[in-house]
C-alpha cells in the first residue's frame, strides 16, 4: 500500500527566503500531484509530475520528481505572503487513479 | 471554466441521522471520487465511482456509506447513522477521460452532535 509523507509539517519562513518542501512515498506511484489549499477550502491543483525527471515551474513554485529516490519537492523561491497555506503532495495508485495524499506542509511566510 | 460543485456547504447533523452529501461533477467526466478530511489532517480517499459501480474503496467506507449517481449529473455520498468520528469535511472530484488531473469540489463541512 503506498504511504506519502511530508517534511516539514510546518514551516515558517521569511519573505524572500528560499525553502524547499520533500515528499516521500513508498512504493512506485505512477504520478505525483501537489496541491495547495487554504484555510476552509478546496484543493487546487498545483502540479502533475508524470516521469522520473519531470520539473515543472509556476510563478514562485518549482516541483521536481525523482521516481528511483521516490521522492517529489517543491521549492519556493524568494517566498511572498501570499504563498501561505497548507501544501499537499500525492501519489496515484490503482487503475481507478486513488489520490494517496502525504500529511500535508503547512507554510507561513512572515513579513 | 467547468468546476465541480457540491451542497450543503455545511450540514449539522444529530448522530444516528442519515444524511446525503451531493455533488454535481464536471459535465463529460468519468470518473468520480469522494475523499475526507477531519479538521487539521490529510485528506483521505473514501471511494471512487466508473461506468455505474464502485471502482474502488477504502477500509473508511463500511457499510454505512453509500454512493449514488441517481440522474447522469449528480453524484451523492450518503451515510445511513451518522457517527460523532464522521465530522469531517467531505470532498468530492471527478477526472475527465485521458486526463491525468483530479478537480475537487469546495467540500462539503459535515457537523454530527
Known amino acids: 500500500e503506498l504511504k506519502v509523507e511530508q517534511n516539514p509539517l510546518f514551516l515558517s519562513m521569511q519573505e524572500g527566503k528560499n525553502y524547499t518542501i520533500y515528499c516521500n512515498y513508498s512504493?512506485?506511484?505512477?504520478?505525483l500531484y501537489w496541491y495547495r489549499q487554504d484555510p476552509g477550502k478546496s484543493l487546487e491543483s498545483l502540479f502533475v509530475?508524470?516521469?522520473?525527471?519531470a520539473v515543472k515551474q509556476e510563478g514562485r513554485l518549482m516541483a521536481s520528481l525523482d521516481t528511483k529516490a521516490r521522492l517529489s519537492t517543491l521549492h519556493i523561491t524568494a517566498a511572498v505572503h501570499d504563498l501561505s497555506a497548507t501544501y499537499f503532495c500525492?501519489?496515484?495508485?490503482?487503475?481507478?487513479?486513488?489520490?494517496?495524499f502525504g500529511t500535508g506542509t503547512r507554510l507561513q511566510v512572515t513579513l | 471554466e467547468p468546476e465541480v460543485t457540491q451542497t450543503p456547504s455545511h450540514q449539522v447533523t444529530q448522530m444516528g441521522q442519515e444524511v446525503i452529501l451531493r455533488c454535481v461533477p464536471i459535465s463529460n467526466h468519468l470518473y468520480f471520487y469522494w475523499y475526507r478530511q477531519i479538521l487539521g489532517q490529510k485528506v483521505e480517499f473514501l471511494v471512487s465511482?466508473?461506468?455505474?459501480?464502485?471502482?474502488?474503496k477504502s477500509e473508511i467506507f463500511d457499510d454505512q456509506f453509500s454512493v449514488e449517481r441517481p440522474d447522469g449529473s449528480n453524484f451523492t455520498l450518503k451515510i445511513r447513522s451518522t457517527k460523532l468520528e464522521d465530522s469531517a469535511m467531505y470532498f468530492c472530484a471527478s477526472r475527465g477521460p485521458g486526463r491525468n488531473e483530479q478537480f475537487f469540489g469546495p467540500g462539503t463541512r459535515l457537523t454530527v452532535l
Open positions: 512504493t512506485t506511484s505512477d504520478r
Open positions: 465511482f466508473y461506468n455505474n459501480e464502485i471502482s474502488e
Open positions: 509530475l508524470l516521469s522520473n525527471g
Open positions: 500525492a501519489g496515484y495508485t490503482g487503475t481507478a487513479s486513488k489520490l494517496t
